[in-house]
């Protein structure tokens, strides 16, 4: 059996981050998914899927998340339900996020906080852990220094043997 789920859409408000009675944080917000196809008027139609987060990346997203801002989510479809005041039961259908992926800077969806380059992008994968830079080698550091494509204003020599094509 399979329950995945990949998503990219926008943030409709800025995420609500709560902790859990025994101290666990859990983020919740909304995310616009453009439908593939426009209505009969010709306008374009979007789905409102809630997404659900947790822990270290509870706090990620409720840090760096902000209404419009572009977002890929990873997880799975989870339906919830309970019985509301009137004793009505009520269904809830949400994706429970395992990975979020920041797919635009602030700068580009026009927010005010600075996020100072600190997670590159990308909130924590499914080990929670922030991906820093963007690369997973310990001890390797990327700077202008270490770019291996630099080329300091010389033409590159590339014999046509060495080309794929």
């Known amino acids: 059996m399979l329950n995945r789920v990949i998503l990219i859409g926008r943030l409709t408000k800025d995420p609500e981050l709560r902790y859990t009675p025994a101290g666990v944080a859990v983020t919740q ?5 453009d439908r593939p196809f426009s ?7 979007a789905d409102f899927i809630p997404v659900v987060t947790w822990r270290q990346l509870a706090e990620t997203c409720a840090n760096y998340l902000r209404k419009g801002r572009l977002t890929a989510v990873e997880g799975r479809i989870q339906v919830r339900n309970y019985d509301n005041n009137e004793g009505k039961r009520v269904y809830v259908t ?4 395992d990975n979020v992926r920041f797919l635009e800077s602030n700068r580009d969806s026009g927010g005010s906080r600075d996020d100072g380059g600190s997670y590159g992008g990308s909130a924590p994968s499914s080990n929670n852990q922030p ?9 390797y550091s990327r700077g202008p220094a270490a770019d291996p494509f630099s080329d300091d204003g010389k033409p590159i020599d590339i014999s046509d043997d060495d080309l794929p094509f």
């Open 29 to 33: 917000f909304t995310i616009a998914v």
């Open 39 to 45: 209505s009969q008027g010709g306008e374009r139609e």
């Open 94 to 97: 949400e994706v429970i996020a």
């Open 131 to 139: 991906s820093r830079g963007g690369n997973n080698n310990s001890g």
